[in-house]
């Protein structure tokens, strides 16, 4: 009988992997967790440094958004969101709309399809206002915003997006503020709000957030936010636009919006945008687009409990306190030989080492010396990113960045 790494090599095929080099390794497969530890088939413990690729908020099994899906089980997984609604989608809807200050609330499944709404509704916002012209979309340099076909054509990180360029639409690149351009043809500006997370999680001028609000203000392009994985509480704060009193035309949510459990995503937008959708059956205003799970119960369920966490744990509170511990710790990276910059806001943190070609994977060698200590996470090039879950405690944080800090000097130094 084949083993299940034997399997997984005959049958699989893994997201952003070589498959030649994944075949010939050790296959980790992940059997079961608990808060901040996951464990392997062979009961191996690893604790989660990048919450499970940056979904898991409040860490494995909780035991109440484990009870909320549990329970919903025994109502209904899931029924058709076309023509019908269901009782979990329309109350996060509602929790959503009161913590972001936007009006409705669109769903999807992951954050490309998010995006990929978003994108769609304001072209097509602007064909109902009578602006057909508005037609171009201003994207930034080394922006990442998903892997269906709007978003990488937003996209523009080249090793991602540049194989695809046939199928995609032009945009307006740009790489800071004061490059926007004049005129009144842009449907929308699409950001990545605070910080480019694929990018190797790099930071947005202070300001700059707010200052592109005001262009589009004075322009009437609609503002694209995508809060997918800066969402619920990464960057300190619920959302990152809260950091510059910003409200955008657009927000896109998914990765922790059921705590990292299952599956889903929203789009939400401004009652006006929405009306612009209003009219008669036979004026076809009607936004045609969805998915088979969309408003899925069981996502919604988990949603919503991951809301109710936050709330009865306190859970932005705490993020003060750990934050403030993994800045500390990441910092101690600076004195390690091939460590070119420290970045951390909130709960993300990034160290980069270099210059080193991509072709060394440096990167992926020191996240495999991190494994082999007992921390899981995975570079972006030459970057190495530790996103733990919001129930680690302190010791765990502490050997997170202690094992980041041995394995750089063991694979740099």
Same mark, same amino acid.
């Given at each position: 009988?084949?083993?299940?790494?034997?399997?997984?090599?005959?049958?699989?095929?893994?997201?952003?992997?070589?498959?030649?080099?994944?075949?010939?390794?050790?296959?980790?497969?992940?059997?079961?967790?608990?808060?901040?530890?996951?464990?392997?088939?062979?009961?191996?413990?690893?604790?989660?440094?990048?919450?499970?690729?940056?979904?898991?908020?409040?860490?494995?099994?909780?035991?109440?958004?484990?009870?909320?899906?549990?329970?919903? #089980? &025994? $109502? *209904?997984?899931? /029924?058709?969101?076309?023509?019908?609604?269901?009782?979990? !989608? %329309?109350?996060? +809807?509602?929790?959503?709309?009161?913590?972001?200050? #936007? &009006? $409705? *609330?669109?769903? /999807?499944?992951?954050?490309?399809?998010?995006?990929?709404? !978003? %994108?769609?509704? +304001?072209?097509?916002?602007?064909?109902?206002?009578?602006?057909? $012209?508005?037609?171009?979309?201003?994207?930034?340099?080394?922006?990442?915003?998903?892997?269906?076909?709007? +978003?990488?054509?937003?996209?523009?990180?080249?090793?991602?997006?540049?194989?695809?360029?046939?199928?995609?639409?032009?945009?307006?690149?740009?790489?800071?503020?004061?490059?926007?351009?004049?005129?009144?043809?842009?449907?929308?500006?699409?950001?990545?709000?605070?910080?480019?997370?694929?990018?190797?999680?790099?930071?947005?001028?202070?300001?700059?957030?707010?200052?592109?609000?005001?262009?589009?203000?004075?322009?009437?392009?609609?503002?694209?936010?995508?809060?997918?994985?800066?969402?619920?509480?990464?960057?300190?704060?619920?959302?990152?636009?809260?950091?510059?009193?910003?409200?955008?035309?657009?927000?896109?949510?998914?990765?922790?919006?059921?705590?990292?459990?299952?599956?889903?995503?929203?789009?939400?937008?401004?009652?006006?945008?929405?009306?612009?959708?209003?009219?008669?059956?036979?004026?076809?205003?009607?936004?045609?687009?969805?998915?088979?799970?969309?408003?899925?119960?069981?996502?919604?369920?988990?949603?919503?409990?991951?809301?109710?966490?936050?709330?009865?744990?306190?859970?932005?509170?705490?993020?003060?306190?750990?934050?403030?511990?993994?800045?500390?710790?990441?910092?101690?990276?600076?004195?390690?030989?091939?460590?070119?910059?420290?970045?951390?806001?909130?709960?993300?943190?990034?160290?980069?080492?270099?210059?080193?070609?991509?072709?060394?994977?440096?990167?992926?060698?020191?996240?495999?010396?991190?494994?082999?200590?007992?921390?899981?996470?995975?570079?972006?090039?030459?970057?190495?990113?530790?996103?733990?879950?919001?129930?680690?405690?302190?010791?765990?944080?502490?050997?997170?960045?202690?094992?980041?800090?041995?394995?750089?000097?063991?694979?740099?130094?």
């Amino acid at each position: 009988m084949n083993s299940l790494a034997d399997n997984d090599h005959r049958y699989l095929w893994h997201p952003f992997t070589q498959m030649k080099e994944w075949m010939a390794e050790e296959t980790l497969i992940i059997a079961a967790a608990e808060g901040a530890v996951l464990r392997d088939t062979e009961g191996r413990e690893y604790l989660d440094g990048n919450s499970s690729i940056w979904t898991n908020l409040h860490g494995h099994r909780h035991p109440k958004i484990t009870a909320a899906i549990k329970g919903q #089980l &025994d $109502r *209904v997984a899931h /029924s058709s969101f076309l023509g019908l609604s269901n009782v979990p !989608a %329309i109350e996060l +809807a509602e929790r959503l709309c009161a913590l972001t200050k #936007l &009006d $409705r *609330v669109f769903y /999807s499944d992951d954050g490309s399809t998010a995006m990929e709404a !978003a %994108i769609k509704m +304001a072209l097509q916002y602007w064909q109902h206002r009578g602006q057909p $012209r508005r037609v171009k979309f201003v994207a930034f340099t080394d922006a990442y915003h998903g892997d269906t076909l709007g +978003a990488v054509s937003v996209g523009g990180i080249s090793l991602f997006h540049a194989a695809f360029k046939p199928l995609l639409f032009d945009v307006v690149r740009v790489s800071k503020a004061s490059e926007l351009p004049s005129g009144n043809d842009v449907a929308a500006v699409v950001i990545e709000p605070l910080v480019q997370g694929a990018a190797g999680m790099k930071w947005w001028p202070r300001g700059m957030l707010r200052e592109l609000r005001e262009w589009c203000d004075k322009t009437g392009a609609l503002l694209i936010a995508d809060e997918v994985m800066t969402g619920f509480g990464r960057t300190g704060t619920m959302f990152a636009c809260e950091q510059e009193k910003v409200r955008p035309d657009f927000m896109a949510l998914a990765k922790g919006l059921t705590g990292g459990y299952l599956p889903l995503a929203a789009t939400l937008t401004t009652e006006q945008v929405f009306r612009a959708f209003l009219g008669e059956y036979g004026e076809f205003k009607t936004f045609f687009h969805g998915h088979s799970y969309t408003g899925n119960q069981l996502g919604c369920a988990a949603a919503l409990a991951s809301l109710r966490v936050f709330d009865e744990e306190g859970t932005l509170g705490k993020l003060t306190v750990l934050s403030s511990q993994l800045s500390d710790g990441l910092q101690r990276c600076r004195e390690l030989v091939g460590v070119v910059d420290v970045r951390c806001l909130g709960m993300i943190g990034a160290v980069e080492i270099g210059p080193y070609p991509l072709e060394a994977k440096m990167g992926i060698k020191v996240c495999a010396e991190m494994r082999r200590r007992g921390v899981l996470t995975r570079p972006i090039g030459n970057v190495i990113i530790l996103m733990p879950p919001y129930c680690v405690t302190t010791g765990q944080l502490e050997r997170m960045t202690t094992v980041l800090r041995e394995s750089i000097r063991s694979v740099c130094g």
